[in-house]
């Protein structure tokens, strides 16, 4: 079956044109699924009996090893898949199998198979492209298939049972023209802050590579990262850094709320995406991003234009000043923390955010707006794969032999 790539808007497009005058261009050039993970609960105890061999022995019997079962000859060099222990007396499979990587339990008899989608697929580890959401179904048989060339004595018992799925990362991709520009955005989603999530940045030689908005479980709820400085930091061959950023949402199921492939793939993807998604761009939606000295022109420009009070103004300039002078925690040196963060609750009101580290102001509601709009288009956006292309070559062949035929008629 040809694989379904991610849907490519072609016409969420940005440029210096924007009635804000202050976002960058962009464009967002996919959404899809990036990382998912497959579950099996099998209870056939031929499967069971191979796998804890498996991990006893530290290996995963193949066909070439097996004289009987259990097997009695020895792996032949290159064909061997090793078995270690892993997390909460699991253990997972080693190397990948069709680029997937392999762990079960034997305590709660489950497999569980994690990897990108567009890469288990393609059978290609190196495949970062978004996938399909339609995928889901094929690549869990495909992937059940793989795992039982590799673990003989399996045959068919994996595909037998049941699949659901655990976790589906779901992704919209933002390409810029000038990296700086993509580095610049990062820098500016660093200073959102959102209600009940914790915001973390990781950063790199002084660049901001991703950013977190974390429940308090512990549980991402979405972020924000350098797509290309990943596949450079794994051995890749990624874009510059900058250039290439996904916005993603992390969806986990529980046991009891887990579903067949099929039944995620019929709801409807862009909503479970949005979901994730509103969380943080609710408030990032409204917010300049912007160095001191362009937030202070911007206030006084609020107050020339009527939209903003004296009173106001002289707050906002008073806090911008002491906060560039002495640091947020002067209100707490003092006793007055909840003055501070009254003070600061008052600059997210009126939509500002202090990035002095940005060398240009940055309006985030336009990255925002593109992101969800290109996640509520149709999917039938997507781009062709090369069989439809060459099965509508075929039909509009036909169509012109046949128009032919009646015209000679």
Not at 8 to 35: E, H, Y
Not at 265 to 293: I, Y
Request: hydrophobic fraction near 40%; aromatic fraction near 6%.
């Amino acid at each position: 079956m040809a694989g379904t790539k991610a849907a490519r808007p072609k016409t969420a497009l940005s440029n210096r044109r924007f009635r804000s005058q202050i976002c960058p261009p962009f464009s967002v050039s996919a959404v899809g699924v990036d990382t998912c993970s497959f579950a099996w609960r099998p209870k056939d105890p031929d499967l069971w009996a191979m796998l804890k061999w498996s991990a006893a022995n530290g290996k995963v019997p193949t066909e070439v090893a097996l004289q009987g079962w259990p097997p009695t000859q020895p792996h032949k060099e290159g064909e061997q898949h090793q078995c270690r222990p892993t997390r909460r007396g699991g253990f997972a499979i080693a190397p990948s199998i069709h680029s997937t990587n392999f762990l079960f339990w034997p305590r709660h008899q489950l497999v569980v198979a994690e990897g990108r989608l567009a890469a288990m697929d393609a059978n290609d580890k190196d495949d970062h492209t978004l996938a399909s959401a339609e995928l889901l179904p094929p690549v869990a048989s495909k992937i059940a298939k793989a795992f039982e060339v590799v673990a003989s004595p399996a045959i068919g018992l994996l595909q037998q049972a049941p699949v659901a799925v655990r976790r589906m990362d779901q992704a919209a991709e933002l390409r810029f023209e000038d990296p700086a520009d993509g580095l610049a955005v990062l820098a500016a989603v660093a200073q959102v802050t959102s209600p009940r999530l914790k915001t973390v940045a990781w950063r790199n030689e002084s660049r901001t590579e991703t950013v977190s908005f974390i429940a308090r479980s512990g549980r991402v709820v979405s972020r924000l990262y350098d797509k290309g400085a990943e596949v450079t930091a794994k051995g890749g061959n990624g874009d510059p850094p900058g250039r290439r950023l996904r916005w993603e949402t992390q969806t986990r199921w529980e046991k009891a709320k887990q579903r067949s492939p099929v039944v995620v793939t019929s709801d409807d993807p862009a909503a479970t995406w949005l979901k994730g998604f509103k969380q943080c761009s609710t408030v990032a939606e409204g917010l300049t991003v912007a160095p001191s000295r362009d937030i202070e022109r911007s206030i006084l420009a609020s107050v020339e234009a009527g939209k903003l009070a004296v009173s106001a103004a002289e707050r906002l300039l008073s806090t911008l000043s002491i906060t560039r002078l002495r640091g947020e925690g002067w209100w707490s040196d003092h006793d007055a923390a909840k003055t501070g963060q009254r003070r600061r609750a008052e600059f997210h009101k009126h939509g500002f955010v202090v990035a002095d580290d940005l060398v240009e102001p940055i309006e985030l509601g336009e990255i925002v707006t593109a992101l969800a709009d290109a996640w509520s288009r149709p999917t039938e956006q997507a781009e062709p794969t090369r069989a439809e292309r060459r099965t509508k070559r075929k039909q509009g062949s036909k169509s012109v032999t046949a128009q032919i035929g009646r015209s000679a008629a």
